[in-house]
């Protein structure tokens, strides 16, 4: 069967993130297509190329060689043939190598053309059932705790849904950071080995979350995605008033817990009547 052969440019191939189905019919073609496929491992696309049976030449692109790997890359290109990038799971340079790559190949006048489908956080959002409009993508948090939290506190005030991406070793102690530093009323998702046989999409209170957990060694394994939800809207209340304000509303209708809070505190009726109503919704 003859192959056809993709018009030079570089190829930027989105692949599986588990589930080796979830590859478009226009990303196989691509990597059958092409001259040369850079690879982040080598031995891993094998897995993958085979399964398709894509028996296209394969060279390593990885964090510890973007630089070399790249100007091999435009070597082929410039010599006419097409070249696909793919990292070990998902997009390429989504947490992974090909940005400089990318940015290499169009600096030296060559089309880069993305070719869409699985990623991580895509994924774990489109389930999460947040109803956030807007989400910060801030990948990996850094392993040391100072500089992790420091991280967290910079990103506490942005209003939209944070996501995170986590390894099974980290989970723990990154959980515990985002619970001890964020406000406790944030839901956290975890997405647990998304696409593959244990698959997990659990949503809590983020101070509900270490507890989570803690309770089953099963919840601590595999990839992660971390979303936290958009802080809380500001209120212009102060924590105790609002501590007033939850504690009426428990027991009393709406207008009730909204008039006997503002005696209580001396906060203005309507401010607390509009809280109260958020609140109950
Ligand atoms: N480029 C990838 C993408 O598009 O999502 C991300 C690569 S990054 C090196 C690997 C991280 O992505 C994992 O540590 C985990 O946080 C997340 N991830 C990848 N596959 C996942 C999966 N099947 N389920 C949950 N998280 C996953």
Redesign the pocket.
């Known amino acids: 069967m003859e192959i056809p052969t993709a018009p030079t440019a570089l190829y930027v191939v ?1 692949t599986p ?2 589930n080796l189905g979830d590859i478009s019919q226009r990303a196989l073609d691509t990597l059958r297509g092409v001259a040369l496929i850079a690879c982040e491992d080598t031995r891993h696309a094998r897995a993958l190329l085979d399964h398709y049976g894509i028996r296209t030449q394969t060279m390593p692109l990885h964090e510890h060689n973007e630089a070399a790997a790249s100007a091999r890359l435009l070597d082929t290109l410039r010599a006419g043939g097409a070249v696909a990038l793919i ?10 190598p090909g940005a400089r790559a990318c940015a290499a190949a169009r600096a030296a006048g060559f089309r880069v053309v993305p070719l869409p489908g ?7 959002l489109s389930a999460s059932g947040l109803p956030d409009a807007h989400f910060l993508f801030a ?2 948090l850094p392993p040391k705790q100072a500089a992790r939290r420091r991280e967290i506190e910079a990103l506490k005030g942005i209003p939209a849904a944070l996501v ?4 099974p070793h980290r989970i723990e102690e990154t959980v515990a950071d985002l619970a001890a530093l964020l406000e406790p009323e944030r839901t956290l998702v975890f ?6 046989l244990f ?1 997990q999409i659990a949503a809590m209170p983020l101070n509900e979350a270490s507890d989570w957990l803690a309770t089953d060694e099963n919840h601590r394994r ?4 971390l979303i936290v939800s958009a802080p809380p809207p500001a209120t212009g209340l102060s924590a105790e008033t609002e501590r007033v304000l939850k504690t009426l509303l428990a027991e009393l209708p709406v207008k009730q817990a909204a008039k006997l809070a503002a005696e209580i505190t001396g906060a203005a009726k309507n401010a607390l009547y509009e809280r109260a109503l958020q609140l109950k919704a």
């Open positions: 989105a993130i588990g990292s070990d799971a998902g997009t390429p340079a989504i947490s992974d699985p990623n991580a956080a895509i994924a774990a990948g990996f995170f991406y986590e390894a997405a647990r080995e998304l696409t593959k698959e595999g990839e992660f995605v």
